[in-house]
């Protein structure tokens, strides 16, 4: 009876103590004229609920508190947005004290120059010189057929397998794809340098910044270092070599008639940049749009007639060019659809940059405001039945027009290679639809937050179309 009493007492004092902390810290943010919401726990605070839960957990604050509440998630005192008009004001009004806010573990592994960091005259540098790579000119004379080449040869022989595990074939055609228009000349070992750091380092972005031995922070830091040295060392073989160089890296070193001059530490960081801020998006939507279109076969028909069409009024052995991508209408569809209905970015991050009035509320300096634009992907009076695959709507009103299309971002920070992340996803779609048909095989189950991924892989059986 004794030893009960004490375990009794040991979880009463317990609960208590958590009590009063989860009290003391709602207090510590109860400053007068701060949004509703609750903030969870000293330093942690409403974090494992919020990766745990995930769009779960902002339903339910939505429905205590309203489309604009506070909390305490990823490592900050942080207001949330789910209103679509005053998500689109935040976006357009950077100079208005709303800079980006992301994590501090991306920020440290990205790097200080790198254009999510910075804003400002930095920003508009680093933005520029990332605008002059991606140029319709340069698109379609340098950067598409190195695309093309690459789909041609990558795609190649896949229904020799048994199955394909496509999340792993998306996540490497992503990455190998940015790689090679960034530096075309590296040898078969450089690129696996390449890829097995970048895979820890992605991996580092969005963890907790503990600096121990064995964290993914730690790792993802160690795989930055080891990336900035496998460029040191390219940059300086180029320099030496006096050779000329039409790929990226080559655009980024130019020092004639090259209006965005920057650091050797902006290089790296700007290469960084690129093959980081496409790889998620670019993969995702390359694997999400062959679910769908498996499991939607009116719209995969369509599709199909399609690119079929392109390749009838093309020699078998003619790539693809910037005006077949512009063609591709349908195909445009039905990535804008793919990116809404799997919501691969679920929102964006500001921060602000001194003491503001937003949506009535006074918001402290140094607290981020999270653009959480999920929702507005599932609202029933922007979107007409919201939940079913439907690539149509996009041709038939226009929606990227529209105040609330938000997939890509928006103001100065709108997704600088939108239309090159959405060709690399039509030429993978265009060489894997005139290739080959496929089934699942597995039913594996996919997971939508914190990232859409299927944790045991998306197997498909491939055969010749």
């Not at 991996?203 to 270092?225: E, F, H, K, M």
């Not at 670019?282 to 749009?289: C, P």
Request: charged residues 25%; hydrophobic residues 35%.
């Amino acid at each position: 009876m004794g030893t009960i009493m004490i375990i009794f007492c040991l979880i009463l004092i317990i609960v208590c103590i958590c009590s009063a902390l989860l009290r003391w810290n709602q207090l510590r943010y109860s400053k007068k004229g701060l949004p509703p919401g609750t903030m969870g726990w000293p330093v942690f605070g409403e974090t494992t609920e919020f990766l745990k839960q995930g769009p779960d957990f902002m339903k339910n604050q939505r429905l205590r508190f309203g489309s604009f509440f506070k909390s305490h998630i990823l490592g900050c005192p942080t207001i949330v947005s789910m209103d679509a008009e005053l998500n689109r004001y935040i976006l357009m009004n950077e100079s208005k004290g709303l800079v980006a806010g992301y994590p501090q573990s991306m920020l440290d592994i990205l790097g200080t120059c790198n254009i999510a960091a910075v804003h400002g005259p930095s920003h508009r540098l680093m933005r520029g010189s990332l605008l002059s790579l991606i140029t319709p000119a340069m698109l379609n004379d340098h950067l598409l057929p190195k695309i093309d080449e690459f789909m041609r040869s990558y795609l190649c022989g896949w229904d020799e397998f048994e199955t394909v595990d496509i999340q792993e074939k998306s996540k490497r055609m992503a990455f190998l794809s940015s790689l090679l228009q960034i530096a075309e000349t590296l040898k078969a070992s450089e690129v696996e340098e390449y890829r097995t750091e970048f895979f820890k380092l992605v991996v580092g972005t969005l963890s907790v910044p503990i600096d121990l031995p064995g964290t993914n922070y730690r790792c993802g830091i160690q795989a930055r270092n080891n990336i900035d040295r496998l460029l040191t060392k390219l940059m300086q073989e180029r320099r030496e070599s006096g050779e000329i160089f039409t790929d990226m890296l080559g655009y980024l070193m130019k020092k004639e008639e090259n209006r965005y001059l920057l650091s050797d530490k902006e290089i790296r960081d700007q290469v960084v940049t690129i093959l980081y801020s496409g790889y998620e998006t670019v993969s995702t939507t390359s694997m999400m749009a062959l679910k769908y279109l498996h499991d939607n076969p009116k719209a995969l028909e369509e599709l199909r007639r399609e690119h079929l069409a392109i390749r009838d009024r093309k020699r078998p052995d003619e790539p693809l060019n910037l005006e077949d991508i512009k063609s591709m209408k349908f195909t445009r569809a039905v990535i804008f659809e793919t990116s809404r209905l799997a919501t691969v970015v679920n929102g964006v991050l500001r921060k602000t940059t001194h003491d503001l009035e937003l949506n009535g509320y006074s918001i402290p300096k140094g607290w981020r405001i999270y653009v959480y634009t999920r929702e507005i992907n599932y609202d029933t009076s922007l979107y007409e039945d919201p939940m079913i695959f439907n690539p149509w709507r996009w041709m038939e009103k226009n929606l990227e027009s529209k105040s609330y299309f938000l997939l890509f971002g928006g103001g100065v920070r709108h997704c600088p290679g939108k239309e090159l992340g959405i060709s690399e996803v039509s030429s993978f779609i265009h060489y894997f639809v005139t290739k080959y048909k496929w089934e699942e095989k597995g039913g594996e189950k996919l997971m939508v937050f914190p990232r859409v991924s299927a944790p045991k892989g998306y197997h498909l059986r491939v055969s010749p179309y």
